[in-house]
Each structure stands twice: as C-alpha cells, then as structure tokens.
C-alpha cells in the first residue's frame, strides 16, 4: 500500500546533528521530502519504508508487480503533507461535554462544572457514546494516540478502551483515583478504587494498542491511604504508567500544604507515596521551587504542559526552558479545561505562553514535541512518533491550503519553516484531511 504525497514530514531526533533548536538536550530535524512516499504493510499495519516517491515506487512497487504478488494499492496524496499523528498526553474525555465552562478557575471550575459532569459516567451507555464521540473527535484532530482521564467509575476507563480497541487506537488510560474533597458519587474507598485498577489492568493492559495509567486525579481528592496503596500497585508492575496533575494553581497548592503541612511541598506529597519515575506523566506543574525540579530530574518523571487550559482558567504561564533543563516535557490539551482538542491551536497557545515570557518555541520544535518528542516523553518511541520503518503507521494527511485564509498566507511563504509556523498558528481540525491508524484510514474529512 504505497501512498504518494506531494510533502512528507518526518521528524527525527539527532544527537549529533547541528541543524535546529535544542530540545532536553537533542537537536531535532524534520526530513522534508518534497515528493515523498509511505510504504504500509497492510497486514500488519507497520511502516515499511519512506522517501522519494521515484525511489520507492522503483522498489516496491514495480518490482511488486513483476513478481507476480498481490498488486500494490497506490493513494495519491499530490498537493498535501503527510505527518506522523499527533499525540496528546494529557486528555479528560468525559469532560468534552463541559468544554468552554464560563467563569471560574481551577477549584471552582472542578466543583460547579467538572464533577458534576463526571457524576454521570456511572450509565455505561453515557460512558461508551462519549468515549465514541470523544475518540472520533480526536481523529478528526489528527491525534492517534493520548494519556487519558476517565472518570472514577471503572467503566467509564473500560468503555474507552472497548472503542479504542475497535479504532485499533494506541491510547492510555484508567480509571480516576478520588475518595476525599469531592461529591460523594464520584468518591470510591480506596481499596476498592485499587482493585478497580487492578481488574483494568487484567482486562486491558498491553491488549493490542491499549495501556492502563494508575490514575489518582490530584493530592486534593485522594486520600494518604489511597496515594499510598496506588505507589505500591504502581511499584508491582513494570510497564504500567501513572498520571496526575501538579501545581497548577496557587489555590490548589495551598490547600494541599494545608492537607500535608509536613511535607517540603507539593511534589513532596506523591514522592513520598511511590508516584514519581520514568512512566509517570504530571500535568502543568506551573508552581514548582528548585529542589522539586531536582526530584523530577532524579526520578525521570515528566511534565506534560497545557496552554489552552492554563489560559482558560487564568492558571499561570509554564516555564518551558527551565523545565526542560531538568526533565523531559510534552505538551497536552487537557480538554475540557483545555479548548481545544487540536495539537496544532495547542501549539499556537503554547508560542504564545513562550512569547509572553520572552522565550522562543519554533515550527520545527514544536511539530516535533507533538510527534517524536511526546512519543519519547511517553516511552512510546519504538512504536509511534515518525516514520522509521517498523514503526506504526499512524499519520494524517494535512491540506495546508484548507481555507481561503491559508491558501491565501501560504502563498506568500518563501520557506518550509514559514509555511509550518503558519500551519500552527493558522491551522486547526480544518486542515486535518485524512487520519490513518495503522494503516486503516479511520477519519475522512466530509467534503463541505
Ligand atoms: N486538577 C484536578 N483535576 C483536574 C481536572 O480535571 N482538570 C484540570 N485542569 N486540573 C485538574
Ligand atoms: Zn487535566
């Protein structure tokens, strides 16, 4: 299955190379091939090669046919750039249907709108048409893979992995840790909310594409005893991932020094109870002092920043640089406080968090973060990210002239780094054409 695009866009990590800005201390280059082509196993759905459309017509798909083998089927891309899927590392489903919530910030925006919402993910078919929905409104985002939050109901985390089985998507998620500080429906004891985890993983960990997260929702709603016994299950399996959010608010991170006021601080709290290491993914961490970034170094434990969200509920801007000075960072859309589930209007929020703290974020990083980088940030690098041969052959096809707008600007661009930053900035799930999930094309976008 050869796929011929007029661009193709492959984002590699170098060590060595000179060629563009640093990122947690590699360089990255984007492999822009001006008339490239994908080779695809339909079969297995892996990447079997990539580069000039010449070339790899001249090596697989004549020499397929004289052969005599299955004839090869060709998907002319002409005029559109194929990239590598987006990944999102940092996602609550349920709340796409509280999105754009007017007025408050973190605390008050938590209780009044998101628990209330989440309260309703114990009817199974609430949870399985959202996750449907959800997961369709990913694709036509360009976005294959994500780390996301379920609701505290095991069956909202198992009604998303059914449908992201079916896609053949490469997602994570579980079900959300609370027993404390929130409304009683949505509170499970925590032995109980444990052993939910525990069936989950059973049921669905390393399952075809899918993967669990231990998944307390934040040192407010859980308890020491729950904390405590979610480090232990996290110590008991090697490949499980943890997720939860950190310091992301000043409200938020006084009242967890008021609930733990003998411990050195906010990271402090999830250190001593086993949750840092090198699978563990902690959203915005905004409020951090120097001996926390030292722990996340010491631990490996990632960063995942979300500018749609610290915007939207007037949270803080996220200190990229020194961040990444001590820890690898993704970037995330954290709907619903986040507004938007494209990786693209991600991207754009993000250069602009940077600019109004005098630091630069160009196309290429960027582009990068939402492909390769977040796949390492994840330890997902083998699998997704580009288009080494092997790896899963998740990619969209991007019309980069998709309105009047765009075609008009592109048409002034002189360099690829040009037309890419306007894509960011301009660019949303309208340029989004095609997105294919290891190999099966799942999201068309519908003519207009
Ligand atoms: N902190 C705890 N829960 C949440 C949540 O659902 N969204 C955000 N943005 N922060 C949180
Ligand atoms: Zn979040």
Redesign the pocket.
Known sequence: DTRIPDFLVNLTVDKDTTLLPVIAGVRVYPEYIADGALVIDDETGLIINYGSREAMLANYVLTATNDSQEPVQIHDHRHKLIMPGFIDTHV?YP?IDMIAAYGEQ?LDW?NNY?FVTEANFGDPKIAHDTAQFFLNQLLANGTTSAMV?ATSHPLSAEAFFAESHRLNTRMITGNVLMDQNAPEPLCVPAEQSIRDTQNIIDNWHERGRQHVAITP??A??SSPTQLRLAGELYASHDSVYLQT?LA?NRD?VAFVQELYPNHKGYLDVYDDMGLLGRRTTL??GIYLETPEYERLRATGTQISH?PT?NLF?G?GLFDLPKTLSYTGVSIAT?V???TSLSMLTTLSEAYKVQQLQSNQLSAHQGLYQITLGNAQSLLLDDKIGNFMPSKEADFVVIDMKATALLERRMAQTKTLEEQLFVLIMLGDDRVIEQTIIAGQSRYRKSAV
């Open positions: 609550h709340q973190l938590l998101t939050f929702r934040f407010i709603t959010h992301e938020e959203a915005h979300c969200s509920l949270s954290d619903g406080a986040g």
